[in-house]
């Protein structure tokens, strides 16, 4: 079944978010953009919804007509993102950086590790590392629970739909969905909001 996900983004590094703490941009950017995002997606005023969150802190837009909907969120020093859908999703961005094989060693599946055991360059490396470290991250981000050993050595793609989106440079993100989910996207600047 194709369904929608929009996926709204900021780049903080060029933006007046320069020089504030990881929390700070997070709790900023929430109170800023979070309300505009909620409308823009689902056509709810705040005075027509609130935010439950699970066990785990998993955020929920709970509708006074009843209806759910549902949002997560991710960053690094310099990206942030939203993705907003009216099934349960996750996503997760990082910054294309060098591989950690320690981590690769004692977390990955053995697929996974196969998988980056076959690469041939460091560049191909760092970039397969990050693909699946992303999509473990917005699993774990999908079904809530955060990531841990067992999510962390599941081979999540056998799991859940997970998507790739390019939103900048030097950054992999990736979107979990439901098998069932094969999400189209629809990609908002938060800047031009």
């Known amino acids: 079944m194709k369904e929608k996900i929009t996926i709204?983004?900021?780049n903080i590094a060029t933006s007046d978010y320069k020089g504030l703490s990881k929390s700070e941009v997070t709790d900023?950017?929430?109170?800023?953009?979070?309300?505009?995002?909620i409308e823009a997606s689902f056509n709810l005023a705040q005075s027509q919804y609130s935010i439950a969150r699970n066990e785990h802190g998993k955020p929920l837009i709970k509708s006074l007509s009843g209806e759910d909907a549902y949002i997560s969120i991710s960053h690094t020093r310099d990206m942030w993102v939203c993705a907003t859908a009216n099934f349960d999703i996750g996503i997760d961005i990082e910054l294309l950086r060098n591989g950690r094989k320690n981590v690769a060693e004692r977390y990955f599946h053995p697929d996974e590790k196969e998988i980056l055991n076959s690469c041939i360059s460091d560049e191909q490396y760092n970039r397969t590392f990050f693909e699946l470290w992303t999509a473990k991250e917005a699993f774990s981000k999908l079904i809530g629970s955060g990531i841990n050993t067992d999510t962390l050595g599941s081979r999540v793609s056998s799991l859940a739909n997970i998507t790739y989106c390019n939103l900048a440079h030097n950054?992999?993100?990736?979107?979990a969905?439901?098998?069932s989910i094969q999400p189209t996207f629809e990609l908002i600047n938060l800047s031009s909001l």
């Open 8 to 10: 709204f983004f900021l």
């Open 28 to 37: 900023t950017t929430k109170k800023l953009y979070l309300p505009r995002i």
């Open 177 to 179: 969905t439901p098998p």
């Open 171 to 175: 950054h992999i993100c990736a979107i």
